[in-house]
């Protein structure tokens, strides 16, 4: 029969795998933990037009990319494909601004997007994801990438970049979204479909174009930072002064538009060249109308979101993979001594150590074939003659030295030998 696979797009975390997640999920806990903010956990669903709203109609993602559905009751959901929306939507309900005050969060989990798959792009992705609710400094924001530069140091990736810019306010998004239209227009239609169509709906979307033509006919587009106004341009000075004073290395990128609707004034993204075309591991920026566009007060916010795909992808270019292994493999040779090692094994995971044994009565050889493969620390050999004189063979793995001990207290014999190293 033809076994059943996974879902293009989606794939399975193996063991040998975890290591890396586990890894960048601890460092992740601990630097924006550290940083103030507190975790949040969102469904994975939620109703459609919570995105549609959030992200923008004319957006890649809710127009090509959402995983969209109709469930029982004739109601329209969607899996989420990104996290933002999720939280103001949450922060909103449970009315998280009642307190006053800025309001810190962060989120860990998978998000769906119906994108073409290729390495470092997924259906099923994971994000890291942090939002902060409630202030208009430009200092939040300076604060922020120069979070993610601790972040991405703690979890043990080099070589990242940060490119920034401004989208500026809707005030000089309106006036530069005239400017657009008007060089769109004169570039006559030598566009894709899809442009052709965002220059009448929403003209800055074209610079989300992949298409290489539009790309090269929007090379000598007019820039939104040239027509930003002056509050908007003090924020950005501003902002750029702080990552300064944090000695945050940033390059002004006034090509990044982002490819979600809500940002307004910094946005931002981390970049690597060793992913090949999929080069952001993360982005974010402003988004202060967001929250009353989605029914809530009017409360400034700023946030980001790494895809921890492409960060395990630079782990694995850069370091060994990591491996867990048993503090203690119990070896046996007999029925009884197999049940002592049993009871042994349990004891022993029961003060949190990890330890494994042999089940089912294999060879010596094998046993120790398959504690030299399980990387573990020490090895016990029980075996019917060391039983009877109640006593065990204890095999350093590291040393490759064995002695004989008593088997009474034999764990706790082994947890003082083990912290005297
Ligand atoms: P985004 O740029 O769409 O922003 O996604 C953030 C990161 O998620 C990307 O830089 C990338 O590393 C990863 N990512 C996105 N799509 C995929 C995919 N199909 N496969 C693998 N990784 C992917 C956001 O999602 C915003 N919500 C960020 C934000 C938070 N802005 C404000 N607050």
Redesign the pocket.
């Known amino acids: 029969m033809e076994a059943v696979q996974a879902v293009r797009?989606m794939n399975d975390i193996l063991p040998e795998q975890v290591g890396w997640w586990q890894g960048i999920e601890t460092s992740a806990r601990e630097v924006l933990e550290s940083f103030g903010y507190r975790e949040m956990r969102t469904p994975v669903a939620e109703k459609l037009e919570l995105f549609a709203r959030g992200?923008g109609e004319s957006t890649d993602?809710v127009e090509k990319?959402m995983y969209a559905f109709e469930d029982r009751n004739g109601d329209w959901l969607a899996l989420r494909?990104?996290?933002?929306?999720s939280?103001v939507r949450s922060y909103i309900q449970h009315a998280l601004h009642a307190e006053g005050g800025c309001r810190k969060f962060y989120q860990i989990g998978p998000?769906f997007?119906h994108?073409r798959?290729q390495k470092?792009?997924?259906?099923q992705?994971?994000?890291i994801?942090?939002?902060v609710f409630g202030l208009d400094s430009p200092m939040i924001d300076a604060e922020m990438m120069h979070m993610v530069g601790v972040l991405v140091d703690r979890i043990g990736i080099t070589n990242v970049g940060l490119n920034i810019n401004t989208l500026g306010c809707p005030g000089c998004r309106q006036v530069y979204r005239e400017v657009l239209k008007k060089f769109l227009i004169e570039q006559g239609e030598g566009f894709c479909g899809d442009c052709l169509r965002r220059r009448d709906t929403n003209p800055l979307r074209v610079f989300d174009c992949k298409v290489q033509k539009c790309a090269e006919l929007l090379e000598s587009a007019p820039r939104l930072l040239d027509h930003i106004c002056n509050d908007c341009r003090a924020h950005f000075d501003a902002v750029k002064d702080h990552l300064e004073r944090l000695g945050t290395r940033y390059a002004v990128n006034p090509r990044i538009v982002?490819?979600?609707d809500?940002?307004m004034r910094t946005t931002f993204?981390?970049i690597t060249d060793r992913l090949g075309s999929?080069s952001?591991?993360?982005?974010?920026?402003?988004?202060d109308g967001l929250v009353r566009d989605l029914g809530g007060p009017d409360v400034p916010?700023?946030?980001?979101?790494?895809?921890?795909?492409?960060?395990v992808l630079l782990l694995e270019q850069e370091k060994e993979r990591p491996l867990r292994s048993p503090f203690c493999f119990f070896a046996s040779l007999g029925d009884q001594a197999r049940a002592k090692a049993f009871v042994l094994a349990q004891q022993l995971r029961g003060r949190g150590l990890e330890a494994e044994l042999d089940y089912e009565g294999r060879s010596l050889k094998s046993q120790m074939r398959r504690a030299d493969k399980s990387g573990a620390r020490y090895v016990l050999i029980l075996g019917e003659d060391e039983l009877a004189r109640s006593e065990v063979q204890v095999r350093d793995m590291l040393t490759k030295t064995q002695r004989l001990l008593p088997l009474e207290n034999i764990l706790e014999t082994l947890l003082t030998i083990d912290s005297q190293k």
Do not use: K, S
């Not at 470092?120 to 259906?123: M, P, V």
């Not at 952001?280 to 988004?287: E, F, V």
């Not at 916010?301 to 960060?311: D, H, Q, T, W």
């Open positions: 797009g992200i993602i990319e494909p990104e996290a933002t929306a939280i998000m997007r994108e798959p470092g792009r997924y259906r992705f994971h994000q994801d942090a939002e982002r490819g979600l809500y940002y993204e981390v999929q952001a591991i993360g982005g974010g920026g402003r988004y916010a700023v946030g980001f979101a790494m895809g921890m795909e492409r960060l």
